[in-house]
């Protein structure tokens, strides 16, 4: 099925925002084993019937974001029916009920806003939206589709997993098309493609998608077979073990936030080179507040050794930069918070680096608990300073991942 | 002069990557007076040669980007030359420099990639890259022009920038198209629209680009028009004030790091439920440790007490989000750090709330310097916490700016 996507929006031209919608819509139809053959950006309302109607040539299933609203340059409706020869049509009932969400939602709505929302392509399959005014809607033609969708994310993400997932499963025949997700750290893409590459092409109907962030690969294995999607799936897990960090999408900080919950352990960080950034993360889940409490950014040495206890010849011996000192940081926050684990980073962000220290992309990671530390050395070209901060702290959160789960170390 | 942009790549249409060369050269073009009149995004190698002959029959400018490196489905180069009809030609010359830029730059290249980057379009223009082998290319024909670019950002940002912007100027007889940014916090778009609007509305050449970001609004100024430019300046620099925190490019925790720099003062901060995210900020500021070197994160009452020297009474009669604690947290924080302002986050980031406490989405800010202590009440609607979190850092980033500069506080 031949699918194309087009995306509505000044602000998508102008530099204001970025295309979010083609990203969102790439990743869900390639769980529905489909590709997006095009993508067009166009302008409010110039010259968008003209593009609606070559893509719906082309096209089996055409994709519209953008333009439902009651304002004036919201003209996707209009159009959409011109392009694909229908009729729009004013259904009263319409109206009728936009005034009712305008009630309950507490917004200020005009009669004409209503009015306007009310006009729907004839023979549309409407598609509720709990937020926001303005229906999506499917229309289908000689064998072709039309699904047009609002504008804002939080409107639109729900309705299409909501309406339109179901209707396309529907329509594909593939109400069994499997996905399952991997997240990974410590392995690169073409490393991961070595490892299971080959054992995977066996299986001609599963489809792998590779995502490479940064310090992360994730994988989403698609399949309408289920026999061979649980095949693959068994090889994927057999082979990458333990650089899974989990199967339910959850982050690498949700991970670690959650087995500490799960086991009652308590965590603590002290932080040089990364700043805060590691705290930033363990907060950004809710719930770390039972098992996070304790975090310093000691950004020099007085403050190591002050807040932190770390002797100072340790310092003079070693140097900032070292893993006695990174042990010895998270052995300081160990004693003074009482958790059961601690982390202790520090390293050379850059750009510069001292005279005489360790070149920038030097860092170390401590980790103490109860009677042992320990330390583990990275190194990480410096691109920007905060993607090598980034960097450290997912090392980081795995280490402590490890040491939770009872996991070996890896190098 | 009417632009399209054509972006090639699969990373794009599967969502594993946003169209981030879609936003620069929005907003590149904005500045040169310029809008996209259409974006279409293709895979690798299918159907660009169609896509691009639709697009030059439109358009007078066209820029391409992606698919100019030697790999087997980098095609952008002879799907251009058919589209426009000129032919390719091989210059033995550049195969030299490819081979000559794999050794300087210490990477692999086969003699067969080194061949593929030699074939360049008839009469093109040769934009050099100095972080690449693939050149950008230029070609004008019957009063219209093709502008080719590499995928990566690295490449093609800086191709753009010292390339392609002043052939462009020439090209427009815009040798004095003026731009000025202002960055603001504080005041929404539609508050600067009020302030603003009518009074620019004069100076008919001026055009300005909002961009609403997180806790933020920047506005850029374009005008040919010199006078009318200045003048539009002067107004919005009036008008706006000290909601203005910078206008070289600045984010507010470069204000804040290098305003404390030169004034040769030292910050520390206490971060409840910022969760370090203040101190993240902070150091992600090359130079930052010459100015901040202490920082907390005490996520519960304990850490409070313990590590900032909170007094219990005060906890206990107002509260861990209230005024008074935040103010104990910034002056635990000055007096342990020696710093000279220190500021101290608390509040409620959610979902949930502690019964009888404040609702999800309060939080204070204090301010301590020697001898003094203030605090200030913020609430935010709670989205997700990392929003939240931002949007504290950023009006705590705005008090210690307004202090450090002797601004007044904002209400």
Redesign the interface.
Known sequence: MRVEVVNTGNE?????????H???????L?ALGL?????????DG??LSE?LREAWIRCELLVVTGGLGPTSDDVTRRAAAEAIGVELEFRPELEAEVCRTYESQGLRGTEWAARAQAWVLRGAKLLPNPFGTAWGMIVEKEGKSIVLLPGPPRELQPMWRDHVVPWLKEKLGVRSLFEHRFRTFGLGESRIEDRIGSLLRKFRSVEI????HLGEVELRVVSSDFREWEEAIEVIRERLGDWIFSEDGESLEEVVIHAARSLGKKLA?A?S????????R???V?G??LV?????????A??KV??LGVPQEVLERWGEVSGPTAEAMAYGALE??GADVAVGITGV????ASPGGPPAGTAWIGLAWPGQKRSFACFHEVGD??SF?FLLTQEALDLVRRKLLGLPDKG
């Open positions: 998508l031209l102008s530099g204001r925002v970025l295309n979010h083609l990203a969102f819509l790439g990743r869900e390639f590709r997006i053959a095009r993508q067009v950006t166009v302008p110039e010259g593009v998608g590779y995502y490479e960080v932080e080179c990364t700043g805060g950034l590691l705290a930033h363990l907060t950004n809710p770390s507040s996070f409490t304790f975090g310093w950014v000691t950004y020099g007085v403050a002050q807040e003074r918070s962000a850059g750009p510069g300073r905060p901060k």
